[in-house]
Every structure is written in structure tokens, then in C-alpha cells.
């Protein structure tokens, strides 16, 4: 049950997330179509190549809700991925840029907000081994 209401809270700040950043001016399309190309790969070197790409266009993105946005599409989709590898390096991927998210805080409740996030990624990378 609490694993269904991570999810819904997830897709809200998700949804909420990616409105606030096209509201800034940036696209997040060219990031999202990547995602879906990871989940398809059935080779570890390819989907490492493509994460290399998307991390390049996910740090050009702000953080308007203390959440990176990378991390929360990655977090979305990591499931569709054909192959049980692909969806660890993805979702490991996605703890990695929260962490690094919750790092650059400047005050604490900013902090503790992000940590969050964090929290329930280690959950789920804990769940892909």
C-alpha cells in the first residue's frame, strides 16, 4: 500500500514538476523520448551510452519543486524497461541525481524535502537487487 501511495505522490510532484520547468522555458521532450530509448535497450553499454546523454540535458534543468526532474522521469518510467538490468542501472541512475539533488541544498528544510525523494529511491534500488 505504501509502495502505491510513493507512486501517486511521485507522479503529482512529477506532473507539477515538469509543468514548472516548461513554464521556465526549457523542453522536455528530446529528455523524455531518451527515457523511453533506455527502457528499450537490451544491451548495458547502449543504455550507459544514452544515460551518458540524458544527464547532459537533465543537469541543464532547474529544480523548481527541490526535486530534479531527471531523476523523477527516470523514477516514472524505469519499470517499462525490458530488461530487469537496464531497470536497476536506471533506477540507481535516478538515486544517484536525487542524492546529488538533496547535496546542493542551502538550508535545511530544502534539505529535508529532498531527502525525501532519496529515501524512497533507496527503497526501490534496495527492491532491484
Known amino acids: 500500500m505504501w509502495a502505491l501511495d ?15 520547468i516548461i513554464e521556465a522555458g526549457f523542453n522536455t521532450e528530446h529528455i523524455k523520448d531518451l ?3 533506455i527502457t528499450q535497450c537490451t544491451d ?5 551510452k544514452l544515460l551518458t546523454e540524458f544527464e547532459v540535458l537533465a543537469n541543464k534543468l532547474p529544480w523548481p519543486q527541490d526535486h530534479d526532474f531527471g ?4 523514477q516514472k ?5 525490458i530488461s530487469k538490468s537496464i531497470e536497476k542501472l536506471m533506477i ?38
Open 35 to 37: 527515457v523511453h530509448l
Open 44 to 48: 548495458i553499454s547502449e543504455a550507459k
Open 71 to 74: 531523476a523523477l522521469l527516470i
Open 92 to 129: 540507481s541512475t535516478a538515486h544517484e541525481r536525487a542524492h546529488w539533488c538533496a547535496s546542493c541544498s542551502t538550508s535545511g528544510g530544502e534539505g529535508l524535502a529532498r531527502s525525501v525523494h532519496v529515501k524512497e529511491l533507496s527503497i526501490l534500488l534496495q527492491n532491484c537487487i
Open 6 to 20: 510513493a507512486i501517486r505522490v511521485t507522479m503529482n510532484i512529477y506532473d507539477r514538476t515538469q509543468i514548472k
Open 77 to 81: 518510467e524505469y519499470k517499462s524497461a
